[in-house]
């Protein structure tokens, strides 16, 4: 019996399965993404391409192997909803009192961020001034909707406004590696794609928005053990140029420590690669609000229409 | 269940008086001695390579500035370029080597035109050496276990198809029509290659894909080839080796039909982490299927346990068994394994860990090398009809590779668990990274052991062959010397 | 006699055969990348912003090359430059009375200055 033409088309249609499912779908699916708008700013397209220089680090990114100690993708456990002050007005006892009633609220209900003590003082000897400093702020933490928007309505009557919170929550995120989760629409315009899958170094998805310096980028590829002693981040030594002063110092020498400085007579230039590189790093963000990664973003929120934007940006999830 | 099955080769093989085999196997080892001993020469030269940039990676967590100097030497390119050679340089160049010898036992034919095989194995080493130098000349394309650039590539890809031509010829021209399973194995994997690599070169390195379609198509590639691929020959020769070497019947085939069933209807879905910026269906679908690879791997664990009759493989006399034996156990490790940790619960601890490293360096180390060693220590002296000249050295190189795989695997994979267990926690990161490092360092003794055991395998491997091939030409010169004596007596 | 082609043309067969199936993937790729491929992402941009340029550039020509009023209150006009040099040209001939009323020319064509307070600050 000849089981050959079986065998083969056993193979085939086995392998045409696994490939439909993940080339010919993803790039159905993946493939036809466009770029989305980040929740509150309807015309801002997320993401955008990359500036030219950072465009050229991507490639020495790539050419350099940094993908395989540093992922490029956070994750995240869930989301909790904050509520926060956004204006306290000028009675502030009735607004305490409200907060310390819904710390005494039956345990789904919604936590209290601050320290009950500190909210107790505050209602004794009125030094509230400082507790309802820095608005908006937030003072509560809910786990579910109704929780939350109860506890709004009871700051609401006591004469404050408030702001619901989306947060979302994890331990790459408690690290301060980003924000929100990484999602496929933050690689839109990569290529190659490089999500990493090590973290022998620190992840670098929010890269930029960590150190948004260039300059400090350029002095860790230099000598990486100079911020971070003990980093067994191998120095790129090869990306930069250690040659004698000319007329006079090159304004893009590095300034460096006296431990890794070049002798006297000599200083430290970045290679354009280097320079790339560091650009790159220093575009590396992955912090917009989308519709399916949302976060509420403080800096923007809009103290008048409390509850409306709250809305908007809790539907959004 | 058919243990009596009456047409197995085995039967055949180990008793050619009662039937006589359509064409001699030391006829067929002869077509098939030159290919060989190109490939498998290749790979274990290739194999020292991996292990020599292996080592130079491994020590640079003994001392981040170790040759840091050198663009060509930076952690970044030596990494993908060991496990370039390792992975095209030998476990596929010896696996085809392994799978055209078995292909034409197991047909009882002579290897179809074998000086074609020759120059695809050259082309084929010629592509891996131009992509290991792009590697490291910082010409990597960016997708793991693909880093060769497009002109390598184009090059391997032709090597390979050449190969495999005359591997599906081969098998096409068998004599005896009766397939026993390792050739379902065999036969299947000689397609697989070409098609998962042409999808990926094409699509990652020609047509492009958008963002993160191109890590999806990545993924697939990389499963395919580690898991699907490797296991393909892997199992064939476990299959095929085990009741060959014991001199007894494979427990059962249809069990080891649905082994063949299960790895390339489930084990092609894998490769997607759990935690991938994808849409959600992908990962879910990886974890079921990876899950579903623990059948695959009982299914062949039973059949080889009822095939030794629960003896255990590693303490069996034969060195070629031993070999096999580790490589057993190192796939089902590694299939379990890879199921646990393919468990979302499980994973968001595992990933970006070095755990996952380890497993995979089990996977090439452990299982598939293993396998590859002992049906090399088995095929070679059959081509050559002569013993390994450091017979010795088979079985320290034995104890070396196992104690090394031990020595390498295990501490990168404790220091993995507990690099993942700190990651759950708002720790700093500084403090995570430093706690891997005595893990990486232990890891080091487990390369070098490795690598060790890597030179024994090069001395003997060459040894032989330079034994043989000196006995010809010292043959052929006395022939030629002995035939102007006879001339110049005549007149 | 007829052996011999049959067997060249069975040859051809595997040779084809066994390629087309070691490339049959490969065909399905290039199918898939012509039928599903979408253009690049910002390739829409690329044509809206090529015809504003382009409209932008035919404005500019359009006017570079005819009249038309800038200030019709002021009397302030463009017209073409070889018209305007020619002008120039005219007006030079006689540098003095061309110098007379330049400055006078350069007022009516510049926006007047907002005028000063009535009152000096006490600051100067």
Known sequence: MNYGPLIFLAAFFALAGSWSGFVLTPQLQIGRLQQTNTIGNPTAAYPVARPGLAQQGLDVYRANGCAYCHSQQVGQTGTVLEIALTDAGTNHPPIIAALLKLAAAPADGPTVLTALPQLEAARTNGGSAMLLDGLPKAFLRSSSREGANAAIKALYAAGAKAQLWIVPVGPDLARGWGSRRTVAEDFLFEAPVMPGSQRVGPDLANMGTRQPNVNLHLLHLYAPQLQMKGSTMPPYRFLFERRKIGLEPSPEALVLPAEVAPPAGYEVVPKPPARALAAYLASLRADAPLFNAPLTVPASATPATSTNAATTAASAK | ????????????????????????????????????????????????????????????????????????????????????????????????????????????????????????ALCWNLGVAAGVVGILGGGSTGFENLEMPAYAAALVFLGYLMMAFWGVLTFHQRRERQLYVSQWFLFAALFWFPWIYSTANLVLQGFGARGMAQAVIAWWYSDNLLVV????????????????????????????????????????????????????????????????????????????????????????????????????????????????????AVNQVTQFTWFTIGKGLLNFYGFFAMVIFGAIYYIVPQLMGQEFPFPKLVRAHFFTAALGVLLF?????????????????????????????????????????????????????????????????LSAWAEATAEIKTAEARP | MSSQPARERTGLAYVIGILGSL??????????????????????????????????????????????????????????????????????????????????????????????????????
């Open chain 2, 229 to 344: 691929w490797l296991a393909l020959v892997g199992l064939a020769a476990i299959f095929y080796f085990v009741p060959k070497l014991l001199n007894r019947e494979l427990h059962s085939r249809y069990l080891a039909l649905m082994a063949f069933w299960m790895l390339i209807l489930f084990a092609s879905w894998g490769g997607i982490p759990a935690s991938a910026p994808v849409p959600a269906w992908m990962p879910t679908l990886s974890v079921v299927t990876t899950v579903l690879g623990v059948i695959t791997v009982i299914a062949v664990f039973v059949n080889v346990f009822r095939t030794t009759g629960g003896k255990c493989l590693m303490r069996m006399s034969n060195p070629s068994l031993k070999f096999i034996g580790a490589g057993l156990a190192s796939f089902v490790v590694v299939g379990f394994a890879s199921a646990v940790t393919a468990l979302p």
């Open chain 3, 23 to 124: 490339l049959i993937v490969a065909a399905l790729v290039w199918a898939m990348q012509r039928y599903t491929q979408q253009p690049p992402l910002g390739q829409d941009r690329v044509v809206v912003r090529k015809k504003a340029l382009a409209d932008l550039r035919a404005t500019e020509v359009g006017e570079l090359a005819s009249y038309g009023w800038l200030d019709q209150p002021k009397g302030v006009v463009r017209l073409p430059i070889a018209d305007a040099m020619q002008l120039a040209l005219r007006d030079w001939q006689n540098p003095a009375a061309a110098r007379s009323n330049l400055i006078a020319r350069v007022e009516k064509a510049t926006a007047a200055p907002p005028a000063a307070p009535a009152k000096p600050s006490a600051f100067e």
């Open chain 2, 409 to 473: 695997a295990v501490p990168l994979a404790v220091g993995g668990i507990a690099q993942g267990l700190k990651l759950q926690h708002a720790v700093i990161f500084a403090d995570i990274a430093k706690g891997t490092l005595p893990f990486l360092r232990a890891s080091t003794v487990g390369d070098l052991m490795m690598a060790l055991g890597h030179v024994m395998f090069l001395v003997n491997l060459g040894g032989l062959v330079f034994q043989f091939y000196r006995g010809r030409a």
């Open chain 2, 1 to 120: 269940m058919n243990p009596n099955h009456p047409k197995s080769p085995f039967i055949i093989h180990n008793s050619s008086f009662n039937l006589p085999p359509s064409v001699a196997p030391d006829v067929i080892d002869a077509s098939c001695r030159l290919p060989l001993v190109v490939l498998f020469l290749s790979a274990a030269v290739w194999l020292l390579t991996a292990s020599a940039f292996g080592l130079i990676a491994s020590i640079k967590f003994h001392a981040p500035g170790f040759l840091a100097d050198s663009a060509w030497l930076t952690y970044g390119r030596v990494r993908p370029a060991a496990v370039n050679a390792m992975l095209y340089g030998f476990c596929l160049q010896a696996g085809l080597g392994v799978a055209l010898w078995m292909l034409a036992r197991l047909g009882r034919t002579t290897l179809a035109a074998p000086w074609m095989v020759i120059v695809g």
